[in-house]
Structures are given as C-alpha cells and as structure tokens.
C-alpha cells in the first residue's frame, strides 16, 4: 500500500511517500484536520513557520493516539530568513510551536525571500549559504533527522552541494499534470536528493481538466487519485492537502498503475495556469518552465 510505502533519504531516515499538506489551514482548523489526516494513515505532515500554524500540527500530534516517532514531520525555515543567526533561532522555534525534541526535516522554503521570488537577478547564494549552515548545525546537534530546500532550481542546488558541508536531501517543488520541471527533478534525482510534489492537485485546478478526468474514469478513480499516482510514477513524494475527511481518504487508495500510454499523454498536456483566487500567491508567479 502506498501509505506504507517510503523513499529513502541520502542519510538513510525513510520518508514516507504520501504526505498531508497543511497550507492555507489556520491554527485552530489545522487540529482537526491533522487528526483526520492520522486516523486515514497518513504518517507524514507537511507544514511550515510562513503557515502560522506549527502549533496546530504539534497539538494534533501530541493529541492523536499514533506514536510521534511513528508520524514524519516537516517544517519549513521561513524564505525570508537569510542569515545564520535568524535561522538559529527559527528552527529552535519552530521545535517549539511543535513542541517537539526533534523534527524529521526541515526545507528552507524558497531561495528568494517572498517579495522577490524568481528573480532571477538574485538568487541570494551567500545568504542561503548563511542559512544552510544553521540547518547543518542543527541536523548534526539531532534537532533535526533530515535537512533540504524547497522550490530551488539548479543553480541554487549546485551553491549548497558545491559550498555547503552537507548535501540537501530534499527538494520539495511544484509538480502536477501539465506542470513538470523535469530538469530539476532529474538533476535532484542524479544529486540522490529525494523530490516532494507541492500542489500534485494543481491547488484544485486540475480537477475539471477533460482530459484528467476522462483518464481518470478508465481507472475507476478521482481526478485528485490521478494525480497523486501521476507525481509518485514521476518517483516524487505526493503531498496533497485536504480539509475534507473523504477526500483525505480517497486521496490514499492510489494503488493503481498509470500506463506508459497514459502517463506520457498526461506529460504531454500543455501546462495550466489557473491557480484561482491563489494565483497571486508567490509560489505560483513564474514557476518552472524547462518541461
Ligand atoms: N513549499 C512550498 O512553497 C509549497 C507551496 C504550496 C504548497 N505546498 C505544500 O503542498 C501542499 C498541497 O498543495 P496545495 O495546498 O496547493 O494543494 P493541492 O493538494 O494541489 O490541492 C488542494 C485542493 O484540492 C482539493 N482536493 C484535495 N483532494 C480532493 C479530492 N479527493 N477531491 C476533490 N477535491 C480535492 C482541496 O479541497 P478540499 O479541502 O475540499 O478537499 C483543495 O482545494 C500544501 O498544503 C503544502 O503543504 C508547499
């Protein structure tokens, strides 16, 4: 079963394959659904200081009948954060919010601080460098088992392995039908670094796409199943959000294989834009192009 299935990292911790997302889900709210995303198997949930709701996570954790050291947990060092001293103090509030000795990975979220996020004249090497140095130091100290980035490109791998004393581990990306940055992914890939599938759902768009949902119909499966199995064919972690129980549920019967017809039909579509209400969220300006 896919709930059960996991990566293994570079440094050997298993990462568990499906993840629950937790952004855009308030404190409060998040209790509940972390607590429903636990009693449908989930073991990994993804969360981040930018979603203000770390607390949540941890209480719903704490609150659950599921052992910690059973659930993997990731946190995010805020994109903002970009020197060595901030991030020092970030990570050990973030243990806090989670009220936790440990956290299983944490990302920092985004090479550029949000207000400048792919520019491409500034990809802040120094500072990331910064930065990365708080994550190694806290992964050698035990507060963290694993440590990565998130929506680094190449150039922004290849400053952390060519100047960094650790490896990132992860890169955690947007990834979904008609969104694929197949550059990234192979390079991280050939780098032994693990990628996480941001948005595998396209944040909901993807959900009326014709051609998604005819595929979907001769599997006997959602949309939304479509496209977690799509992302872990790609050999990614699939890291899906809901807030409703049912979907939560559905969303972990992938046991199901796309076809090789089926799969480069889906890699063929041309790529969607339609974020909604969230386009104008950073993490969707200007994403990956290189398909
Ligand atoms: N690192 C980063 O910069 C970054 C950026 C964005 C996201 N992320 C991570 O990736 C996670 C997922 O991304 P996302 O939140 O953008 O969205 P997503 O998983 O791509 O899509 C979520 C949307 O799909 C709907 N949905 C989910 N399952 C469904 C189902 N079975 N049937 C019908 N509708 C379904 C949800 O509505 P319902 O709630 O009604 O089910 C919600 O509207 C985030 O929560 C976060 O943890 C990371």
Redesign the pocket.
């Known amino acids: 079963m896919v709930l059960n299935e996991t990566y293994t990292l570079s440094n050997g911790v298993k990462i568990p394959k499906l993840g629950a997302?937790?952004?855009?889900?308030d404190n409060d709210t998040v209790v509940q659904v972390v607590k429903g995303a636990l009693d449908s198997g989930y073991r990994h949930i993804?969360?981040?200081e930018a979603?203000l709701n770390e607390k949540g996570v941890g209480r719903a954790i704490w609150e659950s009948n599921v052992d910690r050291d059973d659930i993997f947990v990731t946190t995010?060092l805020d994109g903002n954060i970009k020197n060595y001293d901030e991030a020092v103090k970030a990570i050990d509030e973030s243990l806090k919010h989670l009220e936790m000795d440990y956290i299983d990975l944490m990302?920092i979220?985004?090479p550029q601080p949000w207000a400048e996020f792919r520019d491409e004249n500034n990809h802040y090497f120094e500072e990331n460098l910064e930065a990365w140095r708080a994550l190694e130091e806290a992964y050698e100290a035990g507060k963290l088992r694993a440590i990565g980035v998130?929506?680094f490109e190449q150039r922004d791998l290849e400053n952390l392995i060519n100047h960094g004393k650790i490896k990132p581990m992860v890169n955690?990306i947007?990834t979904?039908i008609t969104n694929v940055p197949t550059g990234v992914i192979d390079y991280s890939h050939s780098q032994d670094i693990v990628v996480e599938a941001?948005?595998?759902?396209?944040?909901?768009a993807i959900?009326d796409h014709p051609a998604v949902k005819e595929i979907a119909e001769k599997y006997e499966v959602?949309?939304?199943?479509l496209s977690i199995r799509y992302v872990l064919q790609l050999g990614t972690v699939a890291?899906?959000?809901?807030?409703?129980k049912d979907?939560?549920k559905?969303?972990t019967a992938v046991d199901f294989t796309i076809s090789d017809e089926d799969m480069k039909a889906l890699n063929d579509l041309p790529l969607i834009e339609t974020y909604g209400d969230d386009e104008d969220q950073p993490?969707f300006r200007s994403q990956y192009k290189n398909k």
């Open positions: 997302g937790t952004w855009m889900i993804d969360t981040a979603y995010k990302l979220h985004s998130s929506n955690q947007l979904h941001y948005s595998p759902i396209a944040h909901g959900l959602s949309p939304a199943q890291l899906p959000k809901s807030t409703n979907h939560m559905n969303n993490v």
